[in-house]
């Protein structure tokens, strides 16, 4: 068994109890640390993004996306002012500054935020199995062929760099290895819902911290 320790949707076998985490505030955004933030978005309106790139295509549902960042770049206070504090500390980089180009205002920030819905966009349409749309390089393929031809297991650590959607719609595709996720959940109930209403199939066992 492959055990990937990055994000994924729940699943109906039970889970070991939730690990407690502390709670601590950011002393630049006055915000709980990001495991203690709420999710925002209702179900509907995310099925409503779903049902959009399914019939409507990836423009018009991008499109879409942008009306919805703006209402919640708008009335999210505490959200604004956590990514501009994270601008402002990639900005304090040399590399930061040379990818900005310029102190980071209101601008960077939406942006900050499109970037985020613009990836679970990117989510849907892999779920829908588009994944012709996208053009993605695997790496190390061949390390996890001789793993699994040797009849042993290995852990695997994501970092949020790349599609953990790709990943696990090319090895559905393969009939791979059965896979368990280990990952904090309580942020992303809504999509993960609307994800696994998509494609059942790739519905992966989850132990959850």
């Not at 939730?18 to 099925?47: C, D, F, I, K, Y």
């Not at 601008?107 to 849907?124: C, G, K, N, P, T």
């Not at 990943?167 to 109930?189: C, D, I, N, S, W």
Request: charged share 20%.
């Amino acid at each position: 068994m492959l055990l990937l320790a990055v994000g994924t949707i729940s699943t109906a076998e039970p889970s070991p109890p939730e690990v407690p985490l502390r709670t601590e505030r950011n002393s630049e955004t006055g915000s709980h640390r990001w495991s203690q933030v709420a999710e925002r978005g209702s179900l509907w309106g995310m099925r409503i993004t779903a049902w959009s790139y399914r019939w409507l295509g990836r423009h018009v549902c991008g499109a879409l996306v942008h009306a919805i960042v703006a209402y919640f770049f708008l009335t999210d206070r505490k959200g604004r002012r956590a990514s501009a504090a994270y601008l402002r500390r990639v900005y304090a980089t040399p590399e930061g500054r040379a990818t900005l180009g310029r102190p980071p205002g209101h601008w960077q920030s939406f942006l900050h935020y499109r970037e985020f819905a613009l990836s679970i966009v990117d989510r849907i349409g892999i779920w829908f199995g588009h994944v012709d749309d996208f053009n993605y390089e695997m790496i190390g393929e061949e390390l996890l062929d001789r793993v699994a031809e040797e009849g042993r297991g290995a852990i695997l650590i994501g970092a949020h760099l790349g599609s953990f959607e790709i990943v696990r719609f090319v090895g559905h595709a393969a009939r791979a290895p059965r896979v368990t996720l280990v990952m904090y959940e309580q942020g992303t109930k809504t999509l993960n819902a609307v994800l696994n209403a998509i494609n059942p199939d790739l519905a992966m066992r989850v132990i959850a911290v």
